[in-house]
Antibody
Framework: EVQLVESGGGLVQPGRSLRLSCSAS????????MSWVRQAPGKGLEWIGL??????????DYVASVKGRFTISRDDSKSIAYLHMSSLKTADTAVYYC?????WGQGTLVTVSS | SYVLTQPPSVSVSPGQTARIPCSGD??????AYWFQQKPGQAPVLLMY???ERPSGIPERFSGSSSGTTVTLTISAVQAEDEADYYC???????????FGGGTKLTVL
């Protein structure tokens, strides 16, 4: 059974950093690009960025609003994708999902508040 | 920045056909994807590459493309289809992905 499980969310103060993890199982993780998508409370989906597979150069792309603050990485040996978030703002409060496009995790809530 | 435009809401009666359009300048050259999201749940992929249906998605869901608009069509709508629907695609560079604002489908 395919599973994507996000972890690492929680309450964090503005300006601080947080790292989210996405643990994958049930499929060949290294063959897939991994995306991060977020959803602010009561709002729509927002694509944050993606990291391509090793065969596509492990390159990354980001939405403009997080470029320079967020970094996506991956460890194919552990089947984990990471979202490193720094200089967090209250506007970053959202449920964060990892996804292959087809498979999605259940999300982890990040609340940025003083 | 690139924008995909969807109507905020669509309403249909059970058994009727719902059509949800999504417009964007790069859609003639970039594939679109459709997702269904019910309250408190993660999105589910309904359609990929404009009109391809993943396994397990009912045949009443279909996708089409014409110029700068892609459309998700739900035939014989059922009460369980009430949800938010999002289109997703990339800009002309293929590196910046966006979601449409979402369409809330109400089954009357």
């Amino acid at each position: 059974e395919v599973q994507l499980v996000e972890s690492g969310g929680g309450l964090v103060q503005p300006g601080r950093s947080l790292r989210l993890s996405c643990s994958a199982s049930g499929f060949t993780f290294g063959d897939y690009a991994m995306s991060w998508v977020r959803q602010a409370p009561g709002k729509g989906l927002e694509w944050i960025g993606l990291i391509r597979s090793k065969s596509d150069g492990v390159t990354t792309d980001y939405v403009a609003s997080v470029k320079g603050r967020f970094t996506i990485s991956r460890d194919d040996s552990k089947s984990i994708a990471y979202l490193h978030m720094s200089s967090l703002k209250t506007a970053d409060t959202a449920v964060y999902y990892c996804s292959t496009g087809y498979y999605w995790g259940q999300g982890t809530l990040v609340t940025v508040s003083s | 920045s690139y924008v995909l435009t969807q109507p905020p809401s669509v309403s249909v009666s059970p058994g009727q056909t719902a059509r949800i359009p999504c417009s964007g300048d790069a859609l003639p050259t970039q594939y679109a994807y459709w997702f269904q999201q019910k309250p408190g749940q993660a999105p589910v992929l309904l359609m990929y590459k404009d009109s391809e249906r993943p396994s397990g998605i009912p045949e009443r869901f279909s996708g089409s493309s014409s110029g700068t608009t892609v459309t998700l069509t739900i035939s014989a709508v059922q009460a369980e289809d009430e949800a938010d629907y999002y289109c997703q695609s990339a800009d002309s560079s293929g590196t910046n992905w966006v979601f449409g604002g979402g369409t809330k489908l109400t089954v009357l």
